[in-house]
């Protein structure tokens, strides 16, 4: 099976510009999250979707916007684009809503450069 | 929040040696991972492990969820050990992971 994939691998925008990554869960994975990994440090979560609703949100700003759709898979958008925003961009899934038995699964991560 | 605190930050090693990473975290969890992150930037899962012993052929690891910490071993190290291997902990009831620090981790032939 797939694991979970994510479009573009990279890309290149411009300070003010919009982007959106894309996400596909691994099959049968209802639960995606997006994360945020700026170089030199860990991830950081910015959101958790199941079954289309927003389940948990990180300490991000409104320019971060997500949605998931009916075949699960997700998208994250981002706005007004800054040049802090540059980061490694992931996403995981998971089988469900659990906490307790779930494991987390990422996948290799959209490298988003803001010139 | 939780905080999750991992050590050393840094290990160099002669290929062959062996290792223990260790995380600290800060309050009970429900869940605890700990990944390999390659040069590529992908986030491998090494374990699902938040109390108790598992071994995965020369990787082991070990939660003492009541004393709040975890040890991953790394034996017989490889250059393709390699990378940075980060634990992950959640506790919130929805599917947060925190991460720690992370280890950077140079095994030379």
């Known amino acids: 099976d797939a694991g979970v994939t994510q479009s573009p691998t990279h890309l290149i925008k411009t300070r003010g510009q919009q982007v959106t990554l894309r996400c596909s869960p691994i099959?049968?994975?209802?639960?995606v999250s997006w994360y945020q990994q700026v170089l030199g440090q860990g991830p950081q979560f910015i959101f958790q979707?199941?079954?289309?609703?927003?389940?948990g949100r990180g300490n991000f700003p409104d320019r971060f916007s997500a949605r998931q759709f009916p075949n699960y898979s997700s998208e994250l958008n981002v706005n007004a684009l800054l040049l802090g925003d540059s980061a490694l961009y992931l996403c995981?899934?998971?089988?469900?809503?659990?906490?307790?038995?779930?494991?987390?699964?990422f996948g290799e991560g959209s490298w988003l450069t803001v010139v | 929040g939780i905080q999750v605190e991992q050590s050393p930050p840094d290990l160099i090693l002669q290929e062959g040696a062996n290792s223990t990473l260790r995380c600290n975290f800060s309050?009970?969890?429900?869940?605890l991972q700990w990944f390999h992150q390659n040069p590529w930037g992908q986030l491998i899962n090494l374990f699902y492990?938040?109390?108790g012993t598992k071994q995965n052929g020369r990787l082991s690891a070990t939660t003492v969820a009541t004393e709040r910490y975890s040890l991953l071993y790394i034996s017989s190290s490889q250059t393709t050990d390699s990378g940075v291997y980060f634990c992950a902990v959640e506790n919130t009831g929805f599917q947060k992971l925190v991460f720690g620090t992370g280890t950077r981790l140079l095994v030379s032939p």
């Open positions: 979707y199941y079954e289309k609703e927003e389940r």
């Open positions: 309050d009970s969890v429900n869940n």
């Open positions: 492990i938040p109390s």
């Open positions: 995981a899934s998971s089988p469900d809503n659990a906490v307790a038995g779930n494991t987390i699964y």
């Open positions: 099959s049968g994975h209802k639960s």
